[in-house]
């Protein structure tokens, strides 16, 4: 079993994480694959895509201990939602680690992401110099990818308003300490106003997790 993480925000609210270790069958004999699913999979032609849709839908299957087939499913942005379920969830992968979040209550979003200098790269297309500034002298790599997680997750909760990660999404205040903290985000566009509290959290020393709920 590669399940490292468990969080419940709420008892209404499950977050897990999970290494994937295991061959593809041991998720797939766990899961009821309908046609439209079979289908969706078999369109993955990389052996690493495969194994995360099967075992992002497995977590995800498994955090709401359903015992039933899970109809999965994505809307006209890419949010994925259940047509058989009333729960809202939220997927995530990066590497080795895949993660997801469920909950009656609220519409989520989650983001994990691997640390790595490569984020350093590319720092000019989501960051406004207030966040540069914010993240200077301290240890670059571990919060310019904090900084992108937190933007995924916002962007993932309000993806009805196609937002900008650099022009609309501002992170305002980044406290981290040890293996959590949180982000104060400021969403601005077109007239839209929101101000978030996303925590986050360090994942087994190199990957950063992100959620929010709305």
């Known amino acids: 079993m590669s399940l490292i993480k468990l969080l419940e925000t709420t008892g209404e609210t499950k977050i897990g994480v999970w290494k994937m270790e295991e061959e593809d069958a041991f998720f797939s004999e766990k899961l009821i694959l309908n046609a439209y699913d079979t289908e969706v999979l078999n369109k993955r032609s990389h052996p690493i895509k495969k194994k995360e849709w099967l075992a ?21 942005n890419g949010r994925p939602f259940l047509e058989n379920h009333k729960a809202e969830v939220s997927l995530s992968h990066s590497h080795e680690m895949v993660a997801a979040i469920c909950s ?10 691997k640390i790595q200098p490569k984020i ?21 790599v571990l919060f310019y990818t904090i900084i992108w997680s937190v933007k995924e997750t916002a962007f993932k909760l309000y993806d009805d308003y196609h937002l900008a990660f650099k022009e609309n999404i501002q ?5 981290f300490k040890g293996d959590k903290g949180h982000c104060i985000v400021e969403i ?3 007239g839209f106003y929101k101000k978030l509290k996303v925590p986050v959290y360090l994942i087994r020393e190199n990957y950063i997790l992100s959620y929010s709920t709305l």
């Open 120 to 140: 350093l790269n590319i720092t000019k297309k989501f960051c406004s110099d207030d966040e540069k500034e914010m993240v200077k002298n301290m240890d670059e």
């Open 56 to 76: 992002s839908r497995f977590l995800l299957k498994s955090l709401l201990n359903y015992k039933k087939q899970l109809i999965l499913k994505a809307n006209g």
């Open 171 to 175: 992170i305002t205040a980044l406290i």
């Open 104 to 113: 009656y209550v609220y519409k989520v979003s989650i983001d994990i992401e």
């Open 188 to 190: 601005n566009k077109s």
